[in-house]
């Protein structure tokens, strides 16, 4: 057993209202620059809808992740090292600005500069990349809100087969929800593995997912196999870039800046142990369905006391430990189960998970006739709710409903018994056991989904004084560059990354450095 800390990050979808916050900050942090005007290393999509980039789901057409050759053994998607040597110089499975959407600006000097007359200047569009006038087809999220849902969401990837004659764009049977999406950093990454220059690292640290710049030669394999699409190419610079997971805020004991500004307090930041020996055969289980579980048999208990004396061998921090046994990403993933994998199927074993949207179960119960106070017919709506289930299990279950379902029912189970005691009564546990809690434990789940503390939403440790000559020299390999900036610290200062010994001080270890 090699035992490892990756941080990792859990949204609550019921809890997301699409405000787009978190977009907006990481967009001032991390991308507001010249050759990432079309990036979004966080961004927030409407579902159903084929997302950004567009139908960056369907791995048939772009060859994201992993699959399993005739033999059974892992093979990215994209081919192996001749496949992409030949195609070197011409990939062809690339989205093009299209598929993202052209950056535009807005020419305001007219607004000013216009000559006086009857009609009123205003201030037309042009492209960023060519600077000529263009016209607004496409964005980052078109269809919020429903607002373009109904020209392009039946293209989404998700609603294959059947479902696709279920699901109805009419406003009285429509549905929808927010999906904020960013790098999965995941165990398994595709991108590292196909980059032909070496540019791609996963740190050792703290499983955070980086592309060096002075190494990276734009050969954008990356983007390829990326499932995801969370690798963008810096069109001044010709480098791939991507998510951070504000790794300077994570060493400082931080939560990213998404996390921060988050308005509806739907993320969970935290450490998870894992046992790197596993992750191989975890993702190249034979069934897709068997992903998930394989994924959590990975993951390790910070309580064990084998687990935290072989923690302490591989070097990981006695604090570190304790934070990964307090962690609010561990308890929604391992201990309580509600928390899935955006497309475990891609099997790059994901680390941003989710707790999937439960839609109005009380409607459902009393549009069929049944008792709200009835947990059998409480469940039974389960099935029937707005949002299909087939739907949510395309995204988080490979397809599977049932895990999708044991999902929902725990939820509802959650919220009916916690309504019950709001009204002051005893509550029916019935319903909890059906679903595998206790009321102790319902009620710990209630108050980290709905009411957590910041402290208990973010349990990040800071980094050690004894990583920190391990750190600097991965940081000298700057993540992110702007066209014509220099090199090493001096590029980092331009961008607002703070030196490492700023961030590292005595005050902030949280162990005794005598």
Known sequence: MRVMAQVAMVMNLDKCIGCHTCSVTCKQTWTNRTGVEYAWFNNVETKPGVGYPRRYEDQEQWKGGWELDRRGRLVLRSGGRLKRLASLFSNPDLPAIEDYYEPVTYDYDNLVSAPAGQDVPVARPRSVLTGKPTSITWGANWEDGLGGAAETAAGDPNLSGDLAEKVKFEFEQTFLFHLPRLCEHCLNPACVSACPSGAMYKRAEDGIVLVDQDRCRGWRMCVTACPYKKVYVNHATGKAEKCTFCFPRIEAGQPTVCSET????????????????????????????????????????????????DARKSGIPEDWIDAARRSPVRA???????????????????????????????????EAGGNAEDPDHVFAA??????????????????????????????????????????????????????GLTSAQAEDLHRLLAVAKYADRYVVP????????ALSAMEDRCPVESAGAPSGTDRKVMLGIPALRRRTTTDSLAVDTA
Request: net charge negative.
């Open 382 to 435: 389960v099935t029937r709710l707005r949002i299909p289930l087939d739907y949510l299990a395309n995204l988080f279950a490979a397809g599977d409903t049932d895990v999708v379902a044991g999902v929902l029912m725990k939820l509802t189970a959650l919220r009916s018994h916690m309504r019950q005691r709001t009204l002051g009564e005893q509550g029916d546990e019935s319903a909890l056991k059906a679903v």
């Open 332 to 366: 929604l993933i391992s201990e309580y189960k509600v928390a899935l994998p955006l497309h475990p199927e891609y099997r790059t074993l994901p680390m941003v998970w989710y707790v999937p949207p439960l839609s109005p179960v009380l409607d459902a119960v009393g």
């Open 262 to 309: 988050c308005v509806g307090r739907l993320r969970y930041l935290g450490l998870v142990l894992y046992d790197a020996d596993r992750v191989g055969e975890a993702a190249a289980v034979a069934d897709e369905q068997d992903l998930l579980d394989a994924q959590r048999n990975v993951f390790l208990d910070p309580a064990d006391p084998e687990v935290r004396a």
């Open 462 to 469: 800071a980094a050690h004084r004894e990583d920190a000559a």
